[in-house]
């Protein structure tokens, strides 16, 4: 797959090409860029799909020195430069979202639309980064046992992912798990809910109504505070990572999204 070398920090990341407008969309904590696999495919070529692997994930290696999700946000910026894209549009699903809002917020010359799924703009719940810290240092003490990776598979996917979350319990247990500085970047990251006025791009708001790591709350404040937002799409049945095991809803969410976009037509469309 192809990277791009920021500085010593290689990024992984996929495309699909073509002359469509081009779609950045970062996957959540646990993830990589896998989970967009059928919007790449349902919406391709008319959109170019760029899907990468953040720091500490997939094929991207963590960095030895801490960092912030602004910096990740350079990091998108980064791989439109590396792709000689002036813009773009720009989306994610959790941490994902984070990278997008910041990249939104660093350089609104260059998002033209957000895209966003299962996210949010405050810091990290209190209870939630003791609840995620515990999580994080049972993995480093004890590793990817069943004990673990099955309420994290279930959290992240649904209690009936199937095949999903068979799929990444494999990969948790095989690969090296992020469990770096990218947990620091997730556990200390910042609040821009009070910035969230300045974003005026068109932005696609999207929620499992099963997800248990984030509620709706946390939505309903992208939609009252970004004036140009969608109402919150609800995802039926889906948890934390709908894009993976949701891709009829969601796609079928994006393509209308997108189809209402009027920021230039750079190859011809067809219906689905």
Same mark, same amino acid.
Request: hydrophobic share 40%; glycine share 8%.
């Given at each position: ?24 969309? $970062? ?28 720091? @500490? ?39 994902? @979202? ?21 996210? +949010? ?6 209870? *939630? ?16 046992? *069943? ?11 649904? +209690? /009936? ?5 068979? *799929? ?11 469990? $770096? ?15 969230? /006025? +300045? ?6 708001? %999207?929620? @499992? ?7 709706? *709350?946390? %939505? ?41 976009? +009027? ?10």
């Amino acid at each position: 797959m192809p990277t791009l070398d920021i500085n010593g920090l290689v990024i992984a990341y996929s495309d699909t090409g073509g002359s469509g407008q081009p779609v950045i969309l $970062g996957h959540g904590y646990f993830t990589d860029h896998t989970v967009f696999d059928a919007q790449a495919e349902f919406l391709s070529p008319q959109w170019r799909i760029i899907a990468w692997d953040a720091r @500490g994930h997939g094929n991207t290696p963590d960095s030895a020195k801490p960092y912030t999700y602004w910096d990740q946000a350079r990091d998108a910026l980064a791989l439109m430069d590396h792709l000689q894209l002036r813009q773009a549009i720009v989306g994610g699903i959790s941490q994902g @979202g984070f990278i997008a809002l910041r990249t939104a917020l660093l350089a609104p010359d260059r998002v033209t639309a957000l895209i966003l799924s299962d996210t +949010e703009a405050t810091p990290c719940d209190p209870a *939630d980064k003791v609840g995620y810290g515990q999580m994080f240092q049972a993995l480093r003490e004890h590793g990817p046992i *069943d004990d673990l990776t099955v309420p994290l598979a279930a959290q992240l996917f649904g +209690e /009936h992912a199937g095949h999903h979350a068979e *799929d990444w319990r494999s990969r948790w247990k095989n690969g090296p798990l992020p469990l $770096g500085n990218s947990a620091l970047c997730l556990l200390e990251r910042d609040d821009v809910s009070d910035r969230l /006025h +300045e974003i005026t791009c068109p932005t696609l708001l %999207m929620w @499992g109504t099963e997800d248990l790591s984030l509620p709706r *709350d946390r %939505m309903d404040l992208l939609a009252a505070r970004v004036a140009t937002a969608t109402p919150v799409h609800e995802i039926e049945g889906a948890a934390h990572t709908p894009a993976l095991t949701h891709p009829d809803q969601v796609n079928r969410v994006m393509l209308s999204f997108l189809e209402s976009l +009027e920021i230039g037509d750079p190859a011809p469309r067809r219906r689905r």
